[in-house]
Antibody
Framework: QVQLQESGPGLVKPSQTLSLTCTVSGGSISSGGYYWSWIRQHPGKGLEWIGYIYYSGSTYYNPSLKSRVTISVDTSKNQFSLKLSSVTAADTAVYYC???????????WGQGTLVTVSS | DIVMTQTPLSSPVTLGQPASISCRSSQSLVHSDGNTYLSWLQQRPGQPPRLLIYKISNRFSGVPDRFSGSGAGTDFTLKISRVEAEDVGVYYCMQATQIPTFGQGTKVEIK
């Protein structure tokens, strides 16, 4: 069974860059057929799709965040990563990595990691 | 962006009784390939979301058959035939016909 695990700092200062990594186990990112995604959830709120990447490196971002987001993939480590620049308190959220399957559903999720933006 | 609107936002239910959640999209979710990419997710307290239903009515692996999905076009419904204690949580509809967007969530709780 595919498992995803987020990792990265839980505290980021305003104006800095948030960096997270998702490690995938139980399946290879390189096998294709899936989009590897980042989704966030503001405290007590709903879900917001940030973007996703294919193993080839093709990326798709939410237009509302596109100017600040970079998603990359490292197939040798079976990982993909998120960078969000110029963060503010509004970026405080639980960040999830998830797999988007061929049926365009998010079928596997990581446990999530809380990132707080504060000085 | 396609806006997803769920009703109700809160649903107190008696154990063993049915529950129903509606989800309406601001435009048709029929993709140019003919599929409708509407799914339902469950988020139990303190847990990540979990896929229940994909493409309107298909149960994901391991999902109990008391969960069912239906609908077409812009109107969709998730039904729980008999609510169990483990069903408490927030339920989200999600569309991926265009860039993915989620409903605001419906909280299911036991009366």
């Amino acid at each position: 069974q595919v498992q995803l695990q987020e990792s990265g700092p839980g505290l980021v200062k305003p104006s800095q860059t948030l960096s997270l990594t998702c490690t995938v186990s139980g399946g290879s990112i390189s096998s294709g057929g899936y989009y590897w995604s980042w989704i966030r959830q503001h405290p007590g709120k709903g879900l917001e799709w940030i973007g996703y990447i294919y193993y080839s490196g093709s990326t798709y971002y939410n237009p509302s965040l596109k100017s600040r987001v970079t998603i990359s993939v490292d197939t040798s480590k079976n990982q993909f990563s998120l960078k969000l620049s110029s963060v503010t308190a509004a970026d405080t959220a639980v960040y999830y990595c998830a797999r988007l399957g061929p049926e365009l559903d998010f079928d596997y999720w990581g446990q999530g990691t809380l990132v707080t933006v504060s000085s | 962006d396609i806006v997803m609107t769920q009703t109700p936002l809160s649903s107190p239910v008696t154990l063993g009784q049915p529950a129903s959640i509606s989800c309406r999209s601001s435009q048709s979710l029929v993709h140019s390939d003919g599929n409708t990419y509407l799914s339902w997710l469950q988020q139990r307290p303190g847990q990540p979301p979990r896929l229940l239903i994909y493409k309107i009515s298909n149960r994901f692996s391991g999902v109990p058959d008391r969960f069912s999905g239906s609908g077409a076009g812009t109107d969709f419904t998730l039904k729980i035939s008999r609510v169990e204690a483990e069903d408490v949580g927030v339920y989200y509809c999600m569309q991926a016909t265009q860039i993915p967007t989620f409903g605001q969530g419906t909280k299911v709780e036991i009366k």
